[in-house]
């Protein structure tokens, strides 16, 4: 599977924006699906992932409420709204796809910078 995120840009704090990652090849809908981010000088981390079916949905304390994961199968698309963007949100992010953890493929990331 091939992935290309999109939808990053500059949002002041508060501010909301919706990321999208669009899935070519076959079986995109058997995969668990991930956003991870990526903050300059700092480690890869875990954002929220989703189930194949949509069905389960898991998220990171320090996004839990804020951010919302969802995907549509039939357009091979994955989603993160994210809502009440802090500076500390500032990362690029990237999504990924898997049989079990969703880390197995990898997209290009999409910068995401929060001004305070």
């Known amino acids: 599977v091939q992935l290309q995120a999109s939808g990053g840009g500059l949002v002041q704090a508060g501010g909301s924006l919706r990321l999208s990652c669009a899935a070519s090849g076959p079986s995109f809908s058997t995969y668990h699906m991930g956003w991870w981010r990526q903050a300059p000088g700092k480690e890869r981390e875990f954002v929220a992932a989703i189930n194949w079916s949509g069905g389960s949905t898991y998220y990171a304390e320090s996004v839990e409420g804020r951010f919302t994961i969802s995907r549509d199968n039939a357009k091979n698309t994955l989603y993160l709204q994210m809502n009440s963007l802090k500076p500390e949100d500032t990362a690029v992010y990237y999504c990924?796809?898997?049989?079990?953890?969703?880390?197995?493929?990898w997209g290009q990331g999409t910068l995401v910078t929060v001004s305070s």
């Open positions: 990924a796809a898997g049989d079990v953890v969703p880390r197995d493929y």
